[in-house]
């Protein structure tokens, strides 16, 4: 006969009740805690904190007890794919023959840009992701990062990050999406449903707050009040647990209002579970739990931190067993802590495993195939089209770009001919590769001056780096002078270098005290600009730098975020006209590197006025970006209506390509709503279509307005939807607005509960040419 627990006939929650009768406090405990497992001693801790906060542990008496978790078998050292598969597959044997219930643990790996793994496919960053304003591609690429983790035993991705922009300067804008919630919330849902269709659980971060942190310190304090953290930061965890369906949470490190999330049971139980109906795991981030005692000073013990922890909703201890070891184990048999926390946890994780298959008589960690390759070549035509649709043409006043075939150009920065300049600080190279010095990359990852000088083929292309990435040598710069003044156009290649924790200009721990280019670089840029050369300037970077120094002084100007190992490729091709830019910013580039934080999401305050000499105008806004080509917008349908609160009206545009060179256009939907209860954004995004057209070709684009995507929260915390007059506006930017809607809202105020309208109603069809 068949034990209960493991008769897949039966419900996973009447398994999962049958297993959890059977097992000791000290087994249902394994359950809520990972381990880091370092074979590899020659390199350095990864974070600052990590020395301090890992427990050392007999790995064979451990697993006695079974494990919840696997910490990055694959991405903490280099290790052959397929030789780690097989690594982790004798690993979960292990674990499985020594528990008396035969239970493997969740292997768990980050995500962020592709799979942290050598030789694993380095995608564009998710700042990248941002400026295709392309869900499907997203979601496509995410499929592929997961069937490649789930092909070597992997269960869990720590991605995506869902934090909104709130100030340029933070190190891991490069991670975000960008400013806007509705983007982030659309573009990472779709990389949720890409992920989960592989059977890789998407764990969404960092809930909540993390990107607001007082003057974009990492881990510093945030200080949001109640109705930007519902309007902003909620929104697109929200939407990526309803519409992805997200089967984990990752507990961000911050404190809000000096409630550490860790320790916020309204954020982690009463919000996420009993408001929003959340079933699946919380995980802290790495040794959250032991920070509520250490960092934030909280809790006086390791055990009163996992109290606090447990209690608040945090399922599971990673990446080590600090708190949730021995300290929970003891705490409970002394009667501090209820044993009912635990077990509630325990229920949530064994639950997923289930769902996994990990409870299953016949599951086998062993691979389907001896055979390894994460970076195969649809993996890189893949990464090469998601590139090329980032790049974000800024600037193009005289037409210097597309580059003419047979100029004298001059490459010049120190970003144009170093592979890693492609790179985020969660792509392996940069994460784990600077601890391990000699290590090949384990993939191509050709450069912009190689990609250039394979495009075109009958220029005279020479180069100098003129300065490094950051530090104060100006000793290249008279080289880079004499190259720039003997070409037809300069190419300056300038930008960002991704590191961890201060070791690099990008990154996690890697903060900006102000917006201008790292180091000599603007100088550099200056003495380019100086020679009378035309300039084009290309950025390669994490976040925005302010450029309105060069305002009308550049020939052109290129920018792209970390795009991956085809990024130099792609932009080369943007350079040489192969590929017609596309891409629209998802953050704003500031004009001046003061004045922040400050994003597109201002209420009419937070707007240039004479109260104030700083003008914190961008000098490129939120949804800009040009083509080679031309575009006529015409046709509009909609003038002025008036609808009830849960009625409907619909706005159309036509756009067609009048220009001679295939290209795309996004249509961008803003919102503005002049008379509120509590103020609100000028403007913002509630909908949006990317158009792909051929030379003649036309789209029409039909967006179906609800009240719900107008709501807010009001002075009480209620999230409503208000009768009154709003304005939609259709737009190819935040700023450049094509057509404009008067809709009157009628009836009372309504309340929008978690069941509400978050989006607006998209149709797209071909239009007569």
């Known amino acids: 006969m068949t034990i209960p627990w493991r008769d897949r006939a039966l419900p996973a929650a009447q398994r999962v009740e049958d297993l959890l009768s059977r097992m000791t406090l000290e087994e249902k405990a394994a359950q809520l805690y990972g381990v880091w497992v370092k074979t590899d001693s020659s390199g350095e801790d990864i974070a600052p904190d990590e020395a301090g906060m890992t427990e050392s542990f007999d790995f064979a008496e451990l697993i006695t007890r079974g494990l919840g978790q696997l910490t990055r078998a694959f991405g903490t050292a280099p290790v052959d794919p397929a030789l780690g598969a097989q690594a ?6 292990r674990i499985m023959a020594a528990n008396r219930f035969g239970i493997p643990a969740v292997a768990h790996e980050e995500c962020l840009a592709g799979f942290t793994a050598w030789q694993a496919t380095a995608y564009p960053v998710p700042l990248a992701w941002g400026a295709t304003f392309d869900p499907p591609l997203v979601e496509e690429m995410a499929r592929h990062i997961g069937r490649d983790m789930a092909s070597v035993g992997v269960h869990q991705g720590l991605s995506p990050v869902l934090d909104v922009v709130r100030d340029p300067r933070w190190g891991r804008v490069e991670e975000t999406i960008g400013e806007d919630p509705y983007l982030v919330g659309t573009i990472g849902s779709a990389y949720v449903r890409g992920l989960e269709s592989a059977g890789i ?16 310190r990492n881990h510093a304090p945030v200080r949001a009040g109640v109705r930007e953290f519902a309007d902003v930061t909620l929104p697109p965890f929200e939407m990526a647990l309803r519409e992805g369906g997200a089967r984990s949470v990752m507990a961000a490190y911050t404190e809000t209002d000096g409630v550490p999330v860790s320790a916020d049971r309204g954020l982690l139980t009463e919000l996420l579970r009993d408001d929003w109906g959340f079933t699946g795991t919380v995980v802290s981030d790495y040794f959250g739990v032991g920070f509520l005692e250490t960092n934030h000073r909280v809790a006086g013990s390791r055990a009163e931190a996992a109290h606090a922890a447990l209690a608040a909703g945090i399922d599971v201890e990673l990446p080590s067993l600090r708190c949730y070891g021995e300290p929970l184990v003891e705490a409970v048999r002394a009667g501090e802590i209820p044993e009912a926390l635990v077990d509630l946890a325990a229920r949530r994780v064994l639950l997923q495993k289930c769902e ?16 390894v390759d994460l970076d195969p070549p649809r993996n890189r035509a893949l990464a090469r089209r998601l590139a090329e649709e980032s790049v974000v043409l800024l600037d193009n006043p005289d037409g210097v ?40 990359l384990g993939i191509e990852i050709p450069t912009v001056l190689e990609s250039l000088r394979t495009e075109l ?63 000599v670089q603007a100088k550099l840029l200056d003495a380019l600009v100086a020679t009378g050369t035309p300039v084009v300037l290309v950025l390669l970077t994490g976040r925005p730098y302010a450029l309105g120094r060069w305002n009308g002084r550049l020939a052109a100007a290129v920018q792209a975020f970390f795009p991956g190992e085809e990024g130099g490729p792609s932009v080369a091709g943007v350079l040489s006209g192969r590929v017609s830019p596309s891409g629209r910013l998802p953050v704003s580039v500031p004009n001046r590197p003061g004045g922040q934080p400050w994003t597109y999401l201002q209420p009419p305050m937070g707007l240039y006025g004479g109260a104030s000499n700083l003008d914190p105008t961008p000098l490129y806004p939120f949804g800009h970006g040009l083509s080679y080509t031309t575009f006529a917008w015409g046709d509009f349908e909609g003038t002025e209506a008036e609808i009830d609160t849960d009625g409907t009206y619909d706005v159309a545009v036509t756009v067609r390509n009048t220009g001679e060179r295939p290209g795309a256009e996004v249509v961008q939907l803003y919102l503005h709503d002049p008379v509120a209860s509590v103020t609100r954004p000028d403007i913002r995004l509630i909908a949006y279509q990317r158009v792909e057209l051929e030379p003649g070709a036309a789209s029409r684009v039909r967006f179906r307005f609800h009240p719900d995507v107008s709501c807010f929260a009001d002075r ?10 709003l304005e939609l506006r259709v737009a190819a930017s935040s700023t450049d607005v094509r057509h404009r809607v008067g809709v009157t809202v009628r009836g009372p105020v309504r309340e929008a509960g978690p069941d509400r309208r978050l989006h607006c109603e998209t149709e797209v069809r071909a239009a007569e040419a």
């Open 356 to 371: 996994l298959g990990l409870l299953d008589e016949n599951w086998a960690p062993e691979p389907a195939t001896a055979a």
């Open 401 to 440: 770009l597309p580059l003419a075939p047979d100029i004298r150009i001059a490459v010049v920065g120190p970003r144009a001919d170093d592979p890693l300049s492609m790179l985020g600080c969660y792509s392996f190279p940069s994460h784990v590769l600077p601890a391990h010095p000699g290590t090949p």
């Open 201 to 216: 659980v998407a764990t969404l971060k960092h809930f909540a707050g993390y990107a607001a942190s007082v003057g974009a």
């Open 716 to 725: 009480s915390g209620r999230r409503v939807v208000e009768p009154g007059a």
């Open 457 to 519: 083929p009958d220029a005279k292309i020479t180069h100098t780096t003129g300065s490094d990435v950051d530090g104060d040598s100006m000793e290249g710069f008279s080289e880079a002078i004499a190259r720039a003044s003997e070409a037809d156009v300069c190419v300056a290649v300038l930008g960002d270098r991704a590191g961890l924790f201060g070791r690099g200009t990008s990154g996690e721990g890697c903060d900006a005290e102000d917006l201008r280019l790292p180091g």
């Open 88 to 93: 982790l597959a004798r690993a979960q044997r």
